[in-house]
């Protein structure tokens, strides 16, 4: 078992080989453990609690990237939220030293430790889910849009690959409140953007609304298009 600060990151999976994590790159995704927020839709509430077995071991994850070396190009780190972790950086720091490119996705929860990795980083998939004020109601945590937008701002200073992605929450999903949310992220300097399906995958026991079906003829989509360099319609 390794030995290094970062055989303490928490794993709740790992994913061998995608196409559709890192932009342009064939990756592993890590799967970190721990989240601060609860957002009733999430899309792996297994990994919110940080507690449990690793699953697998960060030397087991170190022992098929050395064999994945030319094979893959790039490590992503994913969750939950893996920011939430300090071993987040010194298992980034040997994912480099092995030559892969670093790729995080992240809800910008804690803007202080996402500003300490940028040197680490290649590549940010970045969550925003609503505008700072809504956020209350997606995640169920006071200050999580400022946090979240913090680190927005803090990302396209630092002029780093940068994807901010929305999966839209029932009851923020309408056209106008859509609108609204693109085009603070366009004046703000966002180029890359994607929109995402959401999807009711959180297994819980009370009823929650369904998402609003997003289509390709949606008028927030057109405007989309129109106001971001890159554009996605993810899973729809
Ligand atoms: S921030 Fe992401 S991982 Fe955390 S609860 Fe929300 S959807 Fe789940």
């Known amino acids: ?5 970062a055989a303490g990151l ?35 509430a297994d990994l919110q609690d940080p507690h449990g077995a690793p699953a697998p071991g960060w030397a087991e994850v170190l022992a098929f990237l050395q064999k994945r070396r030319g094979l893959l190009d790039a490590v992503v780190f994913s969750g939950g939220e893996p920011t939430a972790q300090h071993a987040l950086a010194p298992a980034m720091a ?6 892969f490119k670093v790729g995080l996705h992240t809800g910008g929860a804690y ?3 996402l500003a300490a990795l940028l040197p680490l980083v290649d590549w940010v998939g970045l969550d925003i889910k609503a505008l700072p004020e809504d956020y209350p109601a997606v995640t169920g945590a006071a200050g999580s849009g ?4 913090q680190s927005l701002g803090m990302l396209l200073d630092a002029g780093v690959q940068l994807e901010v992605r929305t999966t839209p929450m029932p009851g923020l999903d309408d056209p106008a409140s859509l609108q609204a ?15 995402q399906q959401c999807r009711d995958t959180s297994r819980r026991p009370d009823p929650l609304p369904l998402p609003r079906r997003l289509t390709d003829a949606g008028p ?17």
């Open 1 to 5: 078992m390794s030995s290094t600060p």
């Open 220 to 236: 927030e989509i057109g405007a989309a298009r129109r106001a971001f360099r890159r554009f996605t319609l993810r899973g729809v």
């Open 94 to 99: 040997e994912v480099r030293a092995l030559g």
């Open 181 to 195: 949310l693109l085009t603070r992220l366009a004046d703000k300097g966002v180029t890359h953007y994607a929109l």
């Open 146 to 149: 400022e946090r979240a937008w």
């Open 10 to 44: 928490r794993i709740g999976g790992l994913t061998p080989l995608t196409s559709v994590d890192y932009p342009g790159e064939l990756a592993a995704v890590v799967y970190c453990r721990g989240c601060p927020w609860r957002c009733p839709y999430c899309h792996n």
């Open 111 to 113: 803007p202080r430790r």
